[in-house]
């Protein structure tokens, strides 16, 4: 079945510092891949996706490059702020067969940013 | 635009009660999902419907859960009766039902069983 491993957190960075989550992923042909947000006491936004190899998806300064022959979709910042703190979801989808669209989600790492 | 709208945005209650869990998918979505997080598990695929109907109810956890979609833009998810471990926060989301689509979630429900 479809997978997505991702780092386990938490990871607590200062401010202006440089943020690597890693996530690989485990598929039986071509998912669309995504990360989502999630901030305290709210839902899941969507953070930014790429739906093919090597594109690369942005958003507030993330980035995500799908990466086919490692099977990885790692999202980096080059300089994270307090107000990124949240917890990271990777994500992808499958067409498992007719209309079966399901997210398969990894299990999230919480980011916690200081000043 | 209007998101993914649940309602009640909490919900306090004592075991052997009913529970409804109401959502508004966005319109013209076509495909809804309800999710269940908690700090054990994180987040669970609780049942998926496509065009009204449902697809995927496998991650219904027993017979004290059930989910209707009577039309495009309103679904409800039932709890009866509660059970203290079935305090979580209970999230809807929608999607246009192609690989490429992503999920739009609502604000989720916080769910207390006493």
């Known amino acids: 079945g479809n997978s997505v491993t991702q780092m386990e957190g938490p990871v607590t960075l200062s401010e202006e510092a440089f943020l690597t989550i890693n996530c690989t992923y485990t598929a039986t042909g071509y998912p669309s891949l995504f990360w989502y947000v999630q901030y305290p006491g709210e839902g899941l936004q969507l953070l930014l996706k790429a739906t093919k190899a090597d594109d690369k998806g942005s958003n507030k300064g993330f980035e995500a490059t799908y990466r086919k022959e490692t099977t990885s979709f790692h999202l980096e910042k080059g300089s994270v702020q307090v107000s990124d703190s949240a917890v990271y979801f990777c994500?992808?989808?499958?067409?498992?067969?007719?209309?079966?669209?399901?997210?398969?989600f990894g299990k999230g790492t919480l980011l916690t940013v200081n000043p | 635009d209007a998101g993914v709208i649940q309602s009640p945005r909490h919900e306090v209650t004592e075991m052997g009660q009913e529970v409804t869990l109401r959502c508004k998918p966005i319109?013209?979505?076509?495909?809804l999902f309800w999710y269940r997080q908690t700090m054990m598990r994180g987040l669970e695929l609780l049942i998926y419907f496509n065009n009204n109907v449902p697809i995927d109810d496998s991650g219904m956890p027993e017979d004290r859960f059930s989910a209707k979609m009577p039309n495009a833009s309103f679904s409800t998810l039932k709890i009866q009766p509660s059970e203290p471990r079935d305090s979580a926060v209970y999230f809807c989301?929608?999607?246009?039902?192609?690989?490429?689509?992503?999920?739009?979630f609502g604000d989720g429900t916080r769910l207390s069983i006493l």
């Open positions: 994500a992808l989808i499958m067409n498992s067969g007719g209309s079966n669209y399901k997210l398969t």
């Open positions: 989301a929608s999607s246009w039902d192609r690989s490429n689509q992503p999920q739009h």
């Open positions: 319109s013209g979505h076509n495909s």
